[in-house]
Structures are given as C-alpha cells and as structure tokens.
C-alpha cells in the first residue's frame, strides 16, 4: 500500500472524532479519505459488535423470558472427579436411533456425553447401522437390536417387537438417561418398537430426552410423553411448528415466543420443552428460562445431537444433585430444566470455540472436541 493510503495503528474510535471535525472536512472529496472512512466506519462496526451485544440483541428478540445464569448451574450440577467413585456413577446413557440411511447422529449424541463426562454411552439401533457406528469409535457399547420393516415379515413383527422390548428392558433399569430419536428414521415397524421402548423407560422411571425423528414420533403420539415430568422434548424451527400445530392448533408465535412456549408446555403437562433458535428457551409448563450467550454462525448439522446428548447426561447429574442437597437459591429446581440450561450453554460456548479456530470449515466433530475444554472453563477438574 502507497504510504498516503496506509491507515496509522492508533485508536479507532480517534479517527472516527477527526472525520467529523472542521480540519478534516476540506479533505472529505479525497479519494484516499473517503477509502479511509469507509475502512475506520467498517472496522468501528466490528470492533464494537461484541458477543455480548450479539447476546442483548437475542434477548430483545425474545420477549420477557430470565436468562439463566447458565455458569453457575454447571457448577452446581457437575460432579467433582472423585477416585473414590466407581465406574458408571458419573453417568450411564444411552441413544435410541441409528438406521441404514442414518449413522452419524446417534454417534454424535453418544459421544458427546462421553466427552463431557459420562462413564459408559451406549447405542442401540438397526442391525444394519450397528457394524458402522461401532467403526466410529470404540468408546460406545453397541447394540443393533433394532429392526426395520423391510427385514420383519408380517408374520414374525410381534415375535420380534417383543424380543426387541425384552433385550432392551434387561438394561433399562441401569441408566440414568435414554435419548430417543437421533437418526431413527420414519420407519413405522420401528417406530412402533421405540413406541414400547419409552412406556419401558416411563415404567422404570427413566429419564428422556427426544430429538430427530423422535419428535416425529411423540408429535403424532403425545401419550407418549403427557404426563412425564422425566421426558425433554427439543424441538428446532420445523419440529416446534408440528408441535404447535398438533397441541394449540395454530401458528408459532415468535412476538409472544415465551408465553406460547409456557402454554405449549402446560398443555402436554409435565415435559420440559427446550425450543432450540437463536436464543434457547425452555419451560417445563411453570417458567421460561431462556439461554442466549452467543455461539457460533456455523449452521452445520448434527449440533442438536450434541445437545441432546449433552442434555441427557447434565439432567441425570442434576437429579443427583438435587436429590442429595437442599438448595435454597432462586436458581430452577426441575433438574430437566437444569439439565437444558447446562446442555444448551456448553454447546454454545463449544461451538464458539471451534468457530474461532476453524471459520467456515467448522464441523460438528470439530464442536465436540471442545466440549471438555469448555466445561474445564467453568469447572476445573482439580
């Protein structure tokens, strides 16, 4: 650059003051200075765009839900590294989903709980998913009992159905969290036998969190989780417009998002709902609580397979938690609710620090391989 073109290192918003002072006017036909203003007005707007204002900017578009005090609950709910412990007290989850079309999300859900902390994740999907999945990682206890119609012949489907629910209720009872949904597919054979495999985890008193094709699911068979004060539903753009749909009969309304999510939640009765967007809000039928600190503008799929794995472990941490003090603070109680606001802030926060070093190259594996460090952040591990 010629050195009449250069722009000197000194404060910006000092040269924004000469542009509007009378020295600076005679100048103002330049070429050269009309470049320059455009450049210091150019730079202002981005050095001044902080995450923070990113973030008020949310929560003005979002009505009048509390934003949660998102750090602190992950410091209350997450459990220090104890060696006294044994294996599986730190978290047992497993992911229902996984088909021939779909392989990479239950494994981004299970892995993701495994990276935040979990002891032991499982898999439980289609046969034909199974060989794959497990070549993703060796971490996950694979199980491919599920079955697709196209493999079951009318004939054998409620021998099979039933063999399916009693393989899978010799393990129910041992976790602390099932995730329903994450690449399942929209096959009814199998969505019939994931339909008995929630009224097992209902009946053993085990925690849900439905995402995907699970949504899918729940959206035409709200019995499925009516009731439940143990189940999550979360729900993206396109899932919470057949949700509103289905249960208020009419549109999504994004000038009064946090009442009609209160009232989409009051009226299925007892899940806690967490809407995924540009802010996260969340409500189990009695408050709103919204999570809008910025993350990342990379859209790239598979991030609600992480927080849905996320979720599932924060929610069975939180209930031990809150099952074992007493917590007088003006902080949520529901350790669902606990659980959404601790899975939807580190995601966040993981995102943005995979953006950070990968731009637009960022990918959803790149966004789990900061999840440790984003919850070393806020909890350090000694």
Known sequence: ????????KHDINHYLNLLDSPNHCM?????IVRRQQFLIRSLRGHHNRTNMERTLETKCANGTAAEAD???????????LDPSRHKGQAGKIAVFGGCREYTGAPYFAAISALKIGADLSHVF??????????SYSPELI?????????????????????????EVGKWMERFDCIVVGPGLGRDPFLLGCVSEIMKLARQSNTPIVIDGDGLFLVTNNLDLVKGYPLAVLTPNVNEYKRLIQKVLDCEVNDQDAPQQLLSLAGRIGGATILRKGKSDLISDGE??????MYGSPRRCGGQGDILSGSVALFSSWARQQTSATDDSSNSPRNPMVLGCIAGSSLLRKAASLAFMNKKRATLTTDIIEYLGKSLEDICPAS
């Open 1 to 8: 650059m010629h050195p009449s073109n250069a722009l000197p």
């Open 287 to 292: 408050t709103v609580t919204m999570v809008s």
């Open 27 to 31: 100048l103002a036909s330049s070429p």
């Open 70 to 80: 998102a750090e602190n609950i992950l410091r209350r709910i997450t459990p220090a």
């Open 125 to 134: 999907c289609t046969k034909d998913a199974g060989a794959v999945i497990k």
């Open 142 to 166: 694979v199980h491919p009992l599920l079955e697709e119609s196209y493999s079951v012949r009318d004939d054998e489907k409620a021998s099979v159905s039933s063999k399916v629910l009693y």
